[in-house]
């Protein structure tokens, strides 16, 4: 058994790296709410019967003025923001270790004065219900891919997140924080952990993207029935790029 450490946490949103701006978080999961004055089979508001809420809590750190920084992310408009959280355990995190990622609007974003003569800041996320969000109702996965750059396709062997292989599809997560030009990032899955063995999982792809002057983020959520393999990898195809710098994880369904 390793516990996790506080220090090794890694925040990302729309691919933007907020680890350095962060100094805390809010409670992050998943919750099965009902209403005491409801039947069973009653429609509850905001709530699909059998599916759970994804909350975030709300992101506690620096005020900057970082043209490619927190700043700037959370002051341009409230929208949808994707949020992936990666937990590194003796050191920053690596593949195989705990990722917690989903889709969520941005409700608010606040400043104030803060300890130690800092200026405070808090960005705050609305719940995301099932029907609102994605096909699924699972937000914790693995990491593929810590951040870092890759300037060539991977031939290396992938993770072993669940012991066998799965049936109920999953949501391929990814964070581009840079590149040169034209990228496709993906997953790839294989009953053997051996380079050879390792294809394309069909749907987790992110298309071609380009971050060369944006930061680029998505989840691409598979059929609810798709077969995953059990063992699991990184990939990449370069187009007009020759170096990318990114984060990638796998929800299982």
Known sequence: MT????????????????SGYERSFGTIGSTFETSPDSAFSDSIKNIVLGQPNIQAGPL???????????????????????LMIAFGATAAPIAGQPVFAWKFEQTSYTAEPGNAGFAASNLVFGD????????????????????GAETAVNTSTGIDDKGASTTAGGIFVYQLFSSNGTVTLKVQDASTNSNPSFSDLSGATSGSIDASSTPKSGMVALSTGATVQRYLR??????????????TAFIRG
């Open 234 to 247: 990184w990939q990449l195809v370069f187009g007009t790029a020759t170096t990318a710098t990114f984060s």
């Open 60 to 82: 506690n750190g620096f005020l900057d003025n970082d043209t490619a920084g927190k700043f700037t992310l959370a002051s341009a408009g409230y929208g949808t923001r994707n």
């Open 128 to 147: 995301a219900s099932y029907a609102g969000t994605l096909t699924y109702s699972k937000p914790w996965g693995w990491l593929l891919h810590a951040k």
């Open 3 to 18: 516990r996790i450490a506080n220090k090794y946490t890694r925040v990302y949103v729309d691919g933007y790296d907020l």
